[in-house]
């Protein structure tokens, strides 16, 4: 994870690649709460499904990251980003290893293998959010990936959208960014009158989500401007101040997310949620991530635990435990003789994480690094040369 500095350049982030594995981690938790049976368990039981919310944390993570160069640029921190750079790191920072997924669970995993060619076509071009019933067996967590790849082809509008707002207009873009958050508030309402198809869930599309990653492109917003050396005004200076504070952006969360365990925020796993349910639900997911992220963004730490070489390299392996989670959980079922749904919550997790984790580094180590330094190799090649 990476930031700009004062000079424009960027630096890495350490705790906050470790926050990627805490995020990862807590998806992986939801989703065995939730195939054990955990989440009616009382009081425990929402807080280990409401852990849904890790989705949001990853969306403000992306927001952050791929934002800031949007952000210092129109500070005078640095160059625009090259748009066709940014497409090809993309595709190959998430396809790749995607793609073994994606025909080891549709090919190998029982439950999946009967897939029809619209499910092989939806879940290999990350359209699953748009066909119907194309979440298949060991794959229904890839909605989310769905939505954060549209963001990907999105973000460079956005960009347009706020470019008019650099040099001395810089300072609206605080407003511009919220104003794109509060577009997906909207969404809950309009959602229900869309004509979906049976088995499309409009409330999954990216503009219902947007909030959670306006989390992080608010973080990268204030970054910048502190960086550039321009007065704030003293409201936002508080507000920033505010973010720094640990304790009380740990008291922010603890609300946050205790809220979003109550029936305010919809019914915890599978469930119908209303438009007003909907909306604070992402809200309260929007207002958690960014109390998680800012003193991670606006301080320097330390941050022993988050950036200990255990929870970076879990970090590096998040995509990995992320893509494989749900596969591996249907798969430990059966090879331990588990029926779902009816208890054994911290054995189920403790298989899952462990072989999760080792698929993930497997990933890391023999898909995503290798791709990664090819990229970055050829990205550093002449033109002729290629």
Known sequence: MTATTDAGTRRYYPQMEGMRAVAALGVLTTHVAFQTGAVVW?????????????????????????????????????????????????????WPAYLVVVVVV?????????????????????TQVFVPLSLT????????????????????LLALLLVSLRGERARWRVLGVL???????????IASLIPAPDGVEAQNWLIGHLPWFVAGLLLAELVAWRSSGTPMPPALQRFCALGEKRGVMLAVVVVAYGLA?????GPVGMGELSAPRFATKILLGAIA?????????????????????????????????????VAVLS???????????SGSFVLVWVITAVLSIGIGAASYAFIEDPVRRWAVRRDR???ATR
């Open 42 to 94: 009382p009081v425990a039981g929402p807080v280990l499904g409401r852990l849904d919310l890790a989705v949001a944390l990853f969306f403000a993570l992306s927001g952050f990251l791929l934002w800031q160069p949007h952000a210092a640029a129109a500070w005078g921190l640095g160059p625009e980003p090259s748009l066709a750079r940014y497409a090809r790191h993309r595709f190959w920072r998430i």
């Open 106 to 126: 549709l090919t190998l995993l029982p439950e999946a293998k009967t897939s029809d060619p619209v499910v092989w076509l939806a879940n290999l071009t990350l």
């Open 179 to 189: 104003g794109i958050g509060a577009v997906g508030l909207l969404w809950g309402p």
């Open 261 to 265: 365990c109550t029936p305010l925020a």
């Open 137 to 156: 067996a060991g794959l229904t967590q890839m909605w989310s990936l769905s939505v954060e790849v549209l963001f990907y082809a999105v973000l460079p």
């Open 289 to 325: 991530a960014y109390a998680v992220l800012a003193p991670l963004a606006l301080t320097d730490g330390p941050f022993r635990f988050l950036a200990s070489p255990v929870m970076t390299t879990l970090g590096r392996w998040s995509y990995g435990i992320f893509i494989w989670h």
């Open 331 to 341: 798969v430990v079922f059966g090879l331990f003789g588990i029926i779902p749904f």
């Open 381 to 383: 090649e002449p033109t």
